[in-house]
């Protein structure tokens, strides 16, 4: 089984900076990983497919990279909306998800 | 527009059966390349995919729970059913149905969830 291990597990931010989180995966799954946002008692929200494709309706300061097992999901300039928790997924070998990084407001 | 909803007992014992319902609109599981799957979330804790059902039947399941778990469909009727046996406290989680397709591969819609809680 394929494990994604997130970093770091909480990220202390204020509005307007930058955010900067990661997630490793346990053998190469290429491009195979998706990025969710999940807010307090909400169904995750997909933002981010193929390691760096923005889904339709996603603000751009959103922004995926990484290929192989070393992945990146950046927030640009953080909003109010923006503080929640983020998953990865990847869909190389089933579905495996990691263990979040919590957005908070520092 | 796709949606999707999950129903079913709220409080199961222990011991007992599961049985959660995905009622879904928007796609028929009968389009080549479509998916349903099942992913858990206990309380304060990470995501766990579950198992997956595709258009052609094929069906996929974590590892860990693959001898407890069963996911059929029934496309007339545009619902994914999962069953899990022998369930535990430690199986007390809110649970989503999900959609995918092999164009992203990912989860892009899914259900508001259901909490279960296993309780005597």
């Given at each position: 089984?394929?494990?994604?291990?997130?970093?770091?597990?909480?990220?202390?931010?204020?509005?307007?900076?930058?955010?900067?989180?990661?997630?490793?995966a346990?053998?190469?799954?290429?491009?195979?990983?998706?990025?969710?946002?999940?807010?307090?008692?909400?169904?995750?929200?997909?933002?981010?497919?193929?390691?760096?494709?923005?889904?339709?309706?996603?603000?751009?300061?959103?922004?995926?990279?990484?290929?192989?097992?070393?992945?990146?999901?950046?927030?640009?300039?953080?909003?109010?909306?923006?503080?929640?928790?983020?998953?990865?997924?990847?869909?190389?070998?089933?579905?495996?998800?990691?263990?979040?990084?919590?957005?908070?407001?520092? | 527009q796709?949606?999707?909803?999950?129903?079913?007992?709220?409080?199961?014992?222990?011991?007992?059966?599961?049985?959660?319902?995905?009622t879904?609109?928007?796609?028929?599981?009968?389009?080549?390349?479509?998916?349903?799957?099942?992913?858990?979330?206990?309380?304060?804790?990470?995501l766990?995919?579950?198992?997956?059902?595709?258009?052609?039947?094929?069906?996929?399941?974590?590892?860990?729970?693959?001898?407890?778990?069963?996911?059929?469909?029934?496309?007339?009727k545009?619902?994914?059913?999962?069953?899990?046996?022998?369930?535990?406290?430690?199986?007390?989680?809110?649970?989503?149905?999900?959609?995918?397709?092999?164009?992203?591969?990912?989860?892009?819609?899914?259900?508001?969830?259901?909490?279960?809680?296993?309780?005597?």
């Open positions: 089984e394929i494990v994604l291990t997130q970093s770091p597990g909480t990220l202390s931010l204020s509005p307007g900076e930058r955010a900067t989180l990661s997630c490793r346990s053998q190469s799954i290429r491009s195979n990983l998706a990025w969710y946002q999940q807010k307090l008692d909400q169904a995750p929200r997909l933002l981010i497919f193929g390691a760096s494709k923005r889904v339709t309706g996603i603000p751009d300061r959103f922004s995926g990279s990484g290929s192989g097992t070393d992945f990146t999901l950046t927030i640009s300039r953080l909003e109010p909306e923006d503080f929640a928790v983020y998953h990865c997924q990847q869909y190389a070998d089933s579905a495996t998800f990691g263990r979040g990084t919590k957005v908070e407001i520092k | 796709i949606t999707l909803k999950e129903s079913g007992p709220t409080l199961v014992k222990p011991t007992q059966t599961l049985t959660l319902t995905c879904f609109s928007g796609f028929s599981l009968n389009t080549g390349g479509v998916t349903v799957g099942w992913i858990r979330q206990p309380p304060g804790e990470a766990q995919w579950l198992t997956d059902i595709y258009w052609n039947d094929n069906k996929k399941y974590s590892p860990s729970l693959r001898s407890r778990l069963t996911i059929t469909k029934d496309t007339s545009n619902q994914v059913v999962l069953t899990m046996t022998s369930m535990d406290p430690v199986d007390t989680a809110t649970y989503y149905c999900a959609y995918s397709n092999i164009l992203t591969g990912s989860f892009d819609y899914w259900g508001q969830g259901i909490l279960v809680t296993v309780s005597s």
